[in-house]
């Protein structure tokens, strides 16, 4: 069964930084898009982030590539969220997600198009 355990969440305050790790149990993301996405109580799910597998593309929301970096280590099977410049609206459930299309293109940044999801992790950011 393909999962992926997302870790790195927690408090932060305004204007801090955190860094999110995905990685997997059961496969090996070397063979898979990966996308980071987020979820704010009340809010529906939005996409941030993704990077194909060989990590060259990216494709990320405008709102928020300046802040998020999303890289990969296949070596290491984690693919990673960075992020700066934290404001208490990015307050939410952070989600990995994998999908085994190659893309030779731009990735998406649809939440639908991802069929493996991890648990998530909680980021919340407040002084």
């Known amino acids: 069964q393909l999962q992926l355990v997302e870790s790195g969440g927690g408090l932060v305050q305004p204007g801090g930084s955190l860094r999110l790790s995905c990685a997997t149990s059961g496969f090996t993301l070397d063979g898979f898009t990966v996308g980071w996405f987020r979820q704010a109580p009340g809010k529906e799910r939005e996409g941030i982030s993704c990077i194909s597998f060989t990590g060259r593309g990216t494709n990320s929301v405008d709102s928020m590539k300046r802040r998020f970096t999303i890289s990969r280590d296949n070596v290491k099977n984690t693919v990673y969220l960075q992020m700066n410049a934290l404001t208490p609206e990015d307050t939410a459930t952070y989600y990995c997600?994998?999908?085994?299309?190659?893309?030779?293109?731009?990735?998406?940044?649809?939440?639908?198009?991802?069929?493996?999801w991890g648990q998530g992790t909680q980021v919340t950011v407040s002084s």
């Open positions: 997600a994998a999908e085994p299309t190659l893309y030779l293109g731009i990735c998406p940044v649809e939440h639908k198009q991802y069929p493996y």
